[in-house]
T-cell receptor, first 113, second 110 residues
Framework: EPEVTQTPSHQVTQMGQEVILRCVPI?????FYWYRQILGQKVEFLVS????????KSEIFDDQFSVERPDGSNFTLKIRSTKLEDSAMYFC???????????FGEGSWLTVV | GESVGLHLPTLSVQEGDNSIINCAYS??????FIWYKQESGKGPQFIID?????DKRQGQRVTVLLNKTVKHLSLQIAATQPGDSAVYFC?????????FGTGTRLTIIP
């Protein structure tokens, strides 16, 4: 069964360092998303991406965040200068239509120290 | 602003009994709803969805009910099994992004 895959599964980084989280969405999907979940809290929307551009982003997704689809398969989330409060599980997701039946990866757990 | 919430943060159910998890939403423009299951340390797993033009949808052992009048959504799990232990989230969308509720932790009592 097709699935969204994410790497790394866990990353520890120093505050102020840049982090890149990688995702391979399901191959025939056109809509891509990043969500995050702070420990014990609900899943929060960060950004949606369609047709090689950001279609919507939340207040969390500030200038420190960026997304890229550098080739036909990968979808990355970059945090330029990490803060302690960026520590969370980051989920990549993809879907065939905007907002419909979105499938999530297993997540990348980011710990900023 | 819009919000999606749940009535109870925890629910304990005897193995073999039916579970009902409830969710309230406030955005009248929402037209698509999804229930996700999240096991510890894993990503949300799609369970079942329903569109606003329906009031009931059934899957394998699961049923979702939608009451648009009171903006209420429920997930019914039949014959609950130990593997059903997880946090269950409802999510809604009227556009591209999903808005998640805070989740209900379902615990199965053997």
């Amino acid at each position: 069964e097709p699935e969204v895959t994410q790497t790394p599964s866990h990353q520890v980084t120093q505050m102020g360092q840049e982090v890149i989280l990688r995702c391979v969405p399901i191959s025939n999907h056109l809509y891509f998303y990043w969500y995050r979940q702070i420990l014990g809290q609900k899943v929060e929307f960060l950004v949606s991406f369609y047709n090689n551009e950001i279609s919507e982003k939340s207040e969390i997704f500030d200038d420190q965040f960026s997304v890229e689809r550098p080739d036909g398969s990968n979808f990355t989330l970059k945090i330029r200068s990490t803060k302690l409060e960026d520590s969370a599980m980051y989920f990549c997701a993809s879907g065939t239509q905007g907002g419909n039946t979105i499938y999530f990866g297993e997540g990348s757990w980011l710990t900023v120290v | 602003g819009e919000s999606v919430g749940l009535h109870l943060p925890t629910l304990s159910v005897q193995e073999g009994d039916n579970s009902i998890i409830n969710c309230a939403y406030s955005n009248s423009a929402s037209d698509y709803f999804i229930w996700y299951k999240q096991e510890s340390g894993k990503g949300p797993q799609f369970i079942i969805d329903i569109r606003s033009n329906m009031d009931k949808r059934q899957g394998q052992r699961v049923t979702v009910l939608l009451n648009k009048t009171v903006k209420h959504l429920s997930l019914q799990i039949a014959a609950t099994q130990p593997g059903d232990s997880a946090v269950y989230f409802c999510a809604e969308t009227g556009n591209e992004k999903l808005t998640f509720g805070t989740g209900t932790r379902l615990t199965i009592i053997p």
